[in-house]
């Protein structure tokens, strides 16, 4: 019996299969018949956008199709706390983390729950990890990593007494550096998301047990689950062969091992590239997937270094825009670095980007509060901008952490000459 059509629930919502539905009876894409296999009943609508293999838009349609032709059937949730308390990953929903608060640390009851929440959802497809669309394109990608890696940086409670969420906050960091290392690399970024469109790897059955005369033990047969039949067999239609799968994890490991040498070697450059092959040939294991994010950091800090020295140099209008983007990407592994965020500062003040050089300097300020070079230069940025009065607290502040600097005072004298255009 057929449905009438009717629109896409809530995102919190599962769709699940119909009974009694014929999965030959329909012609389904490779890509179609991968999203029907992940339709269990228990996987939300906003997962199966992120993990369909096809545009969200698409998975919309074809389940407003499956709808109507009786194959698929929703049923709403028996509430949102539920909902949300089984999938954090869904948005707008509150993980219970009320177990993990800790007395005594530096961190405030509502830092501790940010924290807790975004610890509990880090299996979370990257895309979702990091708050984009699966279409983003490498700006809203960098964008995005940027806005995390602030606020869930270790070095952003530097002198702060942690106490257990020290830890919790170098693993979520470490995994937003992975989220964002492999989508933002154009050929780790393919094979993630070609992975989604194809079944995981098997799992290993498990050894059959055998009595006291070496026959293998016979198991009641378990009740016959039509639907759920169907499903498996859908299932494992879209799976890799084993043999196949064997030689690819098998040079998956041959490239990882690679990549482990070339990383000894301080090659990070090869084993990045070693570490890309072994995603291509096993883009299912975790780490590999760690190890890039890793390797791809030590690729960037040494640019990053290399570049502190080099900005030093006097630079033309095109080489300053190519330092400027070099700033903003070693930022996103230390964004909390005030040496970096107060060159950037200043050679954003120098392109004339003063919102973001507004940024840099802020952040230079929040890291090392002693220092009167970085009020200084914040008060510069606030005058250009005319923002008067923020600038003299800016080079208030300068003068008294160093009350003789001549730089300041030099730079207060002509803010006094200025008038607010605000």
């Known amino acids: ?126 895309y979702a990890l990091l708050g984009i669309e699966a279409s983003a394109d490498t700006r809203a990608i960098k964008r995005a990593y940027f806005k995390l890696s602030r606020e869930f940086h270790p070095d952003r409670h530097f002198g702060r007494n942690l106490g257990s969420f020290a830890p919790r906050l170098e693993t979520i960091f470490m995994k937003i550096v992975e989220a964002y290392e492999l989508l933002s690399d154009p050929a780790t970024r393919a094979e993630i ?50 043999e196949v799968l064997a030689e690819r994890r098998f040079r998956a490991k041959q490239f990882h091992q690679s990549a482990k040498a070339s990383a000894h070697r301080g090659n990070w450059k090869e084993a990045g590239a070693s570490i890309r092959l072994a995603i291509a040939f096993d883009p299912w294991d975790d780490e590999y997937k760690r190890s890039f994010a890793e390797v791809q950091a030590r690729v960037h800090q040494v640019r990053a270094t290399e570049l502190l020295t080099e900005a030093d140099a006097s630079l033309d209008a095109k080489s300053q825009q190519d330092a400027m983007r070099m700033y903003e990407e070693a930022l996103s592994y230390r964004p909390c670095d005030p040496e970096i965020n107060a060159k950037a500062a200043s050679l954003a003040l120098d392109l004339g980007e003063f919102e973001a ?27 250009r901008m005319g923002l008067r009065e923020k600038a003299r607290e800016a080079l208030n502040q300068s003068l008294t952490i160093a009350p003789g600097d001549v730089e300041t005072k030099s730079e207060m004298a002509a803010l006094m000459r200025t008038r607010s255009v605000r």
């Open 193 to 242: 998301e070609r992975s989604m469109s194809q079944a995981p790897p098997p799992e290993t059955p498990p050894e059959p047990t055998c009595d006291a005369a070496g026959q293998a033990a016979a198991s009641p047969e378990p009740p016959v689950d039509t639907k759920r039949a169907a499903l498996d067999r859908l299932r494992r239609h879209f799976r890799i062969p084993e």
């Open 357 to 383: 050089a507004r940024e840099y300097a802020d952040a230079a300020c929040n890291a090392q509060p002693a220092c009167a070079e970085h009020y200084r230069t914040l008060g510069k940025i606030l005058r």
């Open 1 to 126: 019996m057929r449905t009438a059509a009717q629109p896409v629930p809530e995102q919190q919502q599962k769709p699940q299969l119909s009974s009694g539905w014929d999965p030959s009876s329909f012609q389904l894409t490779p890509a179609e018949g991968f999203l029907l296999s992940r339709i269990d009943g228990q996987t939300p609508l906003e997962q199966l956008r992120l993990i369909g293999g096809i545009p969200p838009e698409e998975v919309d349609r074809c389940l407003e199709r499956w709808v109507t032709d009786g194959i698929v059937v929703f049923e709403a949730p028996e509430s949102s706390g539920d909902a949300g308390a089984a999938n954090p990953e869904v948005s707008g929903t509150t993980v219970d983390v009320s177990d993990g608060f800790e007395t005594g640390t530096d961190l405030s009851r509502d830092e501790q729950q940010r924290i807790l929440e975004f610890e509990a959802s880090l299996d979370r497809p990257y």
